[in-house]
């Protein structure tokens, strides 16, 4: 089965940027719709960013609009989510997840257990000073 592992959360500064990785085992991550989940202490999980099949549908939470990124390298097997102008409210354990089936094309930021299968460890992302 599929399996993601999520990589590249840290420490950083106010105003600073991290790139986290969301490396793919099992199948091709190509196929799938892969979505960036958050969940800070105490508060539930909520969606961030998420991208279709191939890349060819994507979507990102108006609180990360114009600061969050997401890609795909077919050939990393890696989805990335490229943070910046990270604000402390950016704070908290980031999840990549994938749906039940490939080529759902259903590109939602709602961690609908229903939707989403397959989910990381989740690294853990801290924007203090």
């Known amino acids: 089965q599929l399996q993601l592992v999520e990589s590249g959360g840290g420490l950083v500064q106010p105003g600073g940027s991290l790139r986290l990785s969301c490396a793919a085992s099992?199948?091709?991550?190509?196929?799938?719709?892969i979505g960036w989940f958050r969940q800070a202490p105490g508060k539930e999980r909520e969606g961030v960013s998420c991208i279709g099949p191939l890349g060819s549908t994507s979507n990102v939470a108006t609180s990360v609009k114009g600061r969050f990124t997401i890609s795909r390298d077919n050939v990393k097997n890696t989805v990335y989510l490229q943070m910046n102008s990270l604000k402390p409210e950016d704070s908290g354990v980031y999840y990549c997840?994938?749906?039940?089936?490939?080529?759902?094309?259903?590109?939602?930021?709602?961690?609908?257990?229903?939707?989403?299968?397959?989910w990381g460890q989740g690294t853990q992302v801290t924007v203090s000073s």
């Open positions: 099992g199948s091709r991550l190509e196929r799938y719709t």
């Open positions: 997840a994938a749906p039940w089936n490939s080529y759902w094309d259903i590109c939602a930021l709602v961690p609908d257990p229903g939707h989403y299968r397959y």
